[in-house]
Structures are given as structure tokens and as C-alpha cells.
């Protein structure tokens, strides 16, 4: 193999593949970005402007960020695969007044009141008999706090419908009227069911167990002015039912509706995204504000003044479905990131309808704290509960191997029959 990737043929085959990939998808992509260039400049991008080294808030607050981290491949027997996921929270103080800045809550506290950290859960499921869904729905109801049906539906419907359905009788005379019986059982919740593979499932509950992570959170005795997500608040939606494909979707915004209520702001930061043009929005804020500036770029939608963005109208979920993104950048050594509000806390919060000068300077102020956050010299430029968040919960490949060599002894312990536990290929030392 190894000589046939350093022929010049194996080159040419890449020359052709670029060539081809500029000619048919990059031109498209430069003239709608061109149509949006002077309003991202002049109305949508903006500089942060930070805090002083030595600030010393007027009031500190706690931050909270959840993340996971897990794998769909523990340990596979027969047709079961065993999955394993881990979830972290964290909680740091500014602590400006005590000169400790982003100092840590100790775990012992976090674990009195959230319980043990990480936390690990576990699924299985056969994938050929049919019982995928059944499984899956029996986990996520397990992990998320939330049992009451309606109390984890509707919030969905009351933020999509913009008030006007919040019981399970406002369906009437509605679309949605014919599917109520549909949203009364979480296993009902699931209609992406024909395409259940491993990797959905795992993303599915990955998801929704850090969610109940910030659902515990946000009924806590901490009281965080900030609950931190690592990834979007995408939902993505069943196009003939209209409304979430899947319970995650629901969850999302029952967490979100709950974070109003206890005025906490929800976010969900992501490094790796798919909002389109990054660099080039990253390279115009450079050109515009200096080298080393500080900045954000709010990403509208097509309700917002001024409509959405060329540059995205034909990808689905940018933006999301009731949030609001933006992209922004605390560190010229970071590609920009992305981060996601709830759109109903936005309109209540951030927006101030005619008047964008308004609007502008209530984003300045949210991103000057973003960025008072992102400070930590080891994650310069991304939020330092959520960098914590991430190395308490990650899973390492020896943490894995010992996983599985614990799954094999506990096996024998119980005296089960003695399944090949080790992938197919290693019989063959392949």
C-alpha cells in the first residue's frame, strides 16, 4: 500500500480532486459569500472589549459547564454492543474579590450535591432484534430527570408556537392535533427509528446525559449565572411531523425553558463546526480590527432584521432551531468558535427591537464576560470550566483498555459463558 501512495499517480489523483472540488463548489461558495461581505462588516461583526488584567468584578459568579465523553464499542457480544459514557461537571468562581480568579468548586461539594464525578452510564442493545428503540428509550428515561411526559414535551411546542400551545389541549384544531397521542410516551418520542445505528444511538444519549447533567445543575443549590454546553443547540426536526426527531430535541428545550425560569444564561460552545466561512469571516475581523483583536459575529436568521445570510440558506440546521449562533475569537492562535443562545432568552435579553445600537451593546457586555472566562494561559480563548469539564470527563485509551479488561473479569467472576470479547479482526491478528 505504502508504495502505492508515493507515486506521482497517487498525486495526480489528488490534483484532480482539488481541481475539481474549486470548480464545482468553491466559485459557487466565493459569490455567495460576496453577497454577504459588506453586511457581515459593517452590522454583524464586532470587537470585544475586555476587562483589565486586575478587574475586580462587582459581584463574582459561578460558572458551570458539562461535558462527555463515552464510547459505542466497550465490549461487543455476539450482536450486543456494550457502550460506556462519561459526564462531567464542573463549577469555577470568577473569585475576582479574593484574587483566585477561576478558582475550581471543590469536587467533595460538587459530588454532596450532584453526585459522583465523573459519572458513568451504560447501554446495550442488539441492533438486529428489532429492540434498538425499546432500549433507547429505556436509558434515556432513566437518565434524564425529567419523567413527567407533558412537562418534557411541551416546552418545545410553547417556544415553537410562540405562546400559544402549553397544554396537551392547545393541540386542538392545530397540525399537531393528530399526532397527540404520539407525545405522551418517550419511546413514541423516537421516529428516527429505521435509522438507529450504533453511532446515532450513542450520540443520542451521549447528549441527553449531558443534559441531565445541567438539568441537575440548574435545580441545584449552586445557582450559576452561566450553564456551559460543549457542542450546538442543533434539534433537529422530523420534516413531516415538525417537531423533534428524537427525545434529545425535547430535552433541549425543556433545559432551556428551565434556565429562564432560574435566570441562568444557556450556552453551548463548539470548536468544531460547520458554520461556513469561519476563516474568511476570521480573516475580514483581522483586516478590519488589527492582528490580535478580540471578536464575535452574530449569524442571523431569517426572522432577525435584515434577514439570514447567503452564505448559509441552504443548510438546514444553521441556524438552529429557536437559538441564536455566533461565532468569535478570544485568541489569534484559535480557529473561531462557535457559540449558541437560547433564541427566547436572546429576544428577551440581548435584542432590543429597532434598535441595533441597543442590541450591539448588550452583546459587547455578554462577550466582554465570555472572554472574561476564556483567560486560563493553558486554553487561551476557550472557556475555562468547559476546558475542565472536558479533562475530567474524557476517556484516554488506557482508560478504555482497562475498562475492557475489567468488563472481561467480571464476566468470569459471574461465571457467564466465555463470549469472544475481543473485535473479529483480532483472531487474525488483524
Not at 430527570?145 to 396537551?168: E, Q, R, T, W
Not at 486554553?379 to 483498555?401: F, I, M, N, T
Request: hydrophobic residues 40%.
Amino acid at each position: 500500500m505504502l508504495e502505492k501512495i508515493l507515486t506521482d499517480q497517487f498525486r495526480k489523483k489528488l490534483k484532480l480532486l482539488f481541481t475539481d472540488i474549486q470548480n464545482q463548489q468553491d466559485r459557487r461558495d466565493e459569490e455567495e459569500f460576496a453577497k454577504d461581505e459588506q453586511r457581515i462588516k459593517t452590522q454583524l461583526l464586532s470587537t470585544v472589549d475586555p476587562y483589565p488584567p486586575d478587574v475586580l468584578l462587582d459581584e463574582d459568579f459561578l460558572v458551570a459547564a458539562i461535558d462527555g465523553s463515552g464510547t459505542d464499542n466497550l465490549m461487543l457480544l455476539d450482536d450486543v454492543r456494550v457502550h460506556l459514557f462519561s459526564t462531567a461537571s464542573i463549577l469555577v468562581n470568577t473569585n475576582t474579590q479574593a484574587e483566585q480568579v477561576f478558582e475550581p468548586i471543590r469536587t467533595e461539594l460538587i459530588e454532596e450535591e450532584l453526585g459522583e464525578q465523573p459519572h458513568l452510564e451504560t447501554h446495550w442493545h442488539s441492533g438486529v432484534r428489532y429492540d434498538a428503540s425499546k432500549k433507547l428509550a429505556e436509558t434515556l428515561a432513566e437518565v434524564y430527570p425529567v419523567k413527567d411526559i407533558a412537562n418534557l414535551v411541551l416546552p418545545f411546542f410553547k417556544d415553537h408556537s410562540g405562546g400559544s400551545i402549553s397544554a396537551y389541549s392547545d393541540f386542538t384544531g392545530t397540525e399537531y392535533e393528530r399526532r397527540v397521542p404520539s407525545l405522551k410516551d418517550i419511546s413514541s418520542l423516537i421516529s428516527r427509528e429505521r435509522i438507529l445505528t450504533n453511532p446515532i444511538v450513542h450520540e443520542e444519549i451521549r447528549k441527553v446525559s449531558e443534559y441531565a447533567a445541567a438539568h441537575n445543575i440548574l435545580t441545584s443549590k449552586f445557582m450559576p449565572k452561566y450553564v456551559m454546553l460543549d457542542g450546538a443547540m442543533s434539534v433537529f426536526m422530523h420534516h413531516v411531523f415538525k417537531y423533534p426527531s428524537m427525545p434529545s430535541g425535547f430535552m433541549l428545550r425543556e433545559l432551556a425553558s428551565l434556565a429562564r425560569k432560574e435566570n441562568v444564561i444557556l450556552c453551548a460552545v463548539s470548536k468544531n463546526h460547520t458554520i461556513p466561512f469561519a476563516h474568511k469571516i476570521a480573516k475580514m475581523a483581522r483586516d478590519v480590527f488589527g492582528e490580535g483583536a478580540k471578536w464575535f459575529c452574530h449569524l442571523p436568521c431569517s426572522s432577525d432584521p435584515g434577514g439570514g445570510l447567503h452564505i448559509y440558506e441552504d443548510r438546514t440546521y444553521i441556524p438552529p432551531r429557536l437559538a441564536v449562533p455566533y461565532l468569535f475569537s478570544f485568541s489569534r492562535d484559535n480557529r473561531p468558535s462557535r457559540i449558541d443562545f437560547d433564541r427566547i432568552w436572546w429576544l428577551e435579553t440581548i435584542f432590543v427591537k429597532d434598535d441595533p445600537v441597543a442590541t450591539r451593546n448588550n452583546e459587547k457586555a455578554l462577550f466582554r464576560e465570555l472572554e472574561f472566562m476564556s483567560r486560563d494561559a493553558r486554553w487561551y480563548g476557550y472557556p475555562v470550566a468547559l476546558a475542565l469539564a472536558h479533562e475530567q470527563c474524557k476517556l484516554s485509551y488506557e482508560d478504555l483498555r482497562l475498562a475492557r479488561e475489567i468488563c472481561r473479569d467480571v464476566r468470569i467472576e459471574m461465571k457467564l459463558d466465555s463470549v469472544k470479547t475481543e473485535p473479529y479482526r483480532a483472531d487474525y491478528n488483524l
